[in-house]
Each structure stands twice: as C-alpha cells, then as structure tokens.
C-alpha cells in the first residue's frame, strides 16, 4: 500500500518518473471496473461508497477509492473529508482509499485521475470507486472516465426535478434515491422513472435504486445495476468504444499538459519572447511560435 500511495503522490505531482513507472508496471495489468458517484453535496455520497465497500468486501473484491476533493487554498492538498467518513477499513488490507486534489479542473477530474486508475489496476485492484465533490454541473465530466455513472439524489434537497434537468439525466447510468427512509422518497422515485419513460428510447434505461446507506439497505440492488449496466456495455460493444475514446482523451490532455510545460519554460528562458509578448500583446501568435520550434 505504501508503494502505491508513493506513485500516485508522484502523479499528482506530475513527476517525469511516472511515465516510466507505468511503463515498467503496464505488462499484466488488469483494467478494474471503475464506478463514478456523483451527486449533490448532502445526497450522502460518502456514506454510500462506504457501504458498497463492505458490501464488496463481502463479495471477496479488492477495492479501491479515488474520493475528488476540494483543494486546501493553503496547502492545495485534498481536504480529505472522505477518508475520514471511512476510517471503518482503514485496516483492511484489500481496501484503499484516497482522497485527491480538483486542483482547479473542470469537475474535478484531474489527468492525475487517470493514470491513479491505471496504477489501482496495476497494483491489482478489482473495482475502482470515484467519488466526486457534487458541486456544480461540472461533475458531469465524471461520465467521461468512469464506466457506470451513479447518480446519488435524495428526498430532501428541493426540487429533484430542477437538479435532474440541469444535465444530470444525460449522464446517469444508474440513479441511486439514498435516504429513502424519510418522507418524499416515493416521490423523487416516481418523477425519475416518470422521465425515464418521456426520454427518447436508448439501448440502456437507467434504473432507479432507493438505498438507506446508513444501514446498508439497497446496496446490492444497487451494485447489482452497476454489474448490468457494465454487462450491458459488454455486449453492445460500446465497452470497447468507452475504452478507444478515454484514450483519446488522454493524449489530448497529456499534449496539453505538455505545450503548457513548454510554452512556460520558453516564456521564463526566452527574455526576449517575454518582451515582446509583453510589447505586442499577442498570446496566440507567441503561443503558435513557441509550439511551432523544435527541440535540438
């Protein structure tokens, strides 16, 4: 575990190591399921994924969690309020738990995100959890790297119908109604498949689960969707689609990481391209020319 932790505080530092680290631990790596949790800050998340780790503990699987919190604006360290809800498994062997900066992405998903996951797989993991920070429609970009996308929603927060219109449904692949032990939960479970059947016709209609995760209650049946949703995936073939796609993402983001590496050492070596971006005004033309050279 310690060796673990150690290469994805690396990768959250971007340090040039890591490229080399997971090439040496690609061969014979595993591609564990990832789960996204995603939701409204008091849905209850953080007490959801704690119970589905007992439940798939229970079940005989390694799990691991990548909980996406705020930054500390001291530190720019996680916060780790996750963790601590967790404290439970902090001794069990098969379980790890990580708490990671947003560090200013969009949705808090980091290019760090990927390549922990990578690592999890790599170090044997068999499920992967992400839970991300519920703040804002940024925490749609979950979709884009989790298989199964859990929406968490609860009877108490409003109008449920507002927060599923502002881009929610789009991305759920299962909707989970936690706290289903207090009044309305009839309700918010009525509205979500009242509008499962007014949306147009898709390959995979995502199911509604209610759960009490301070008790554990649902939590199969929710697991169990999570594992129909990935069958589904499976046999449609758009597993492998999902696959080519994240890759492509990657690069993307990895070329961007790069040219923003570049273009900062040149813009603090180069006084002279300093000065005249200063002079001239023109950040797009000086970008252009700094991504234009070549290395010697």
Known sequence: MRALARAITLVERRD????????????????PGVAGFTGAPGTGKSTLVDAVIAFLRNQGSSVAVLATDPNSPFTGGAILGDR???????????VFIRSMGARGHLGGLSLATREAIRLLGAF?????????????????????????????????????????????????????????????HARVVAELRTMM?????????????????????????????????????????????LVAKRLRDETAEVAAELARDRTRRALEEDAGLAERLLRDGTPYRTAEEILDRTDN
């Open 16 to 31: 040039p190591g890591v490229r080399e680290l997971e090439e040496a631990l690609r061969t014979g790596a595993k591609s």
């Open 124 to 184: 044997g993991f068999d499920q992967v959890i992400l839970e991300t920070v519920g703040v804002g429609q940024s925490e749609l970009e979950v979709a884009a790297v989790a298989d199964t996308t859990v929406v968490v929603l609860t009877p108490n927060l409003g109008d449920s119908v507002q927060m599923i219109k502002a881009g929610i449904l789009e991305i759920a692949d299962v909707f989970a109604v936690n706290k289903s032990d207090i009044d309305g």
């Open 197 to 241: 059947n007014m949306a147009p016709k898709t390959p995979w209609r995502p199911p509604t689960v209610p759960t009490i995760a301070t008790r554990g209650d649902g939590v199969d049946k929710l697991w169990e969707a999570v594992l129909q949703h990935r069958r589904h995936l499976e046999s449609s073939g758009r597993a492998t689609e």
């Open 84 to 94: 601590i809800r967790m404290q439970r498994h902090a001794l069990d062997g098969k």
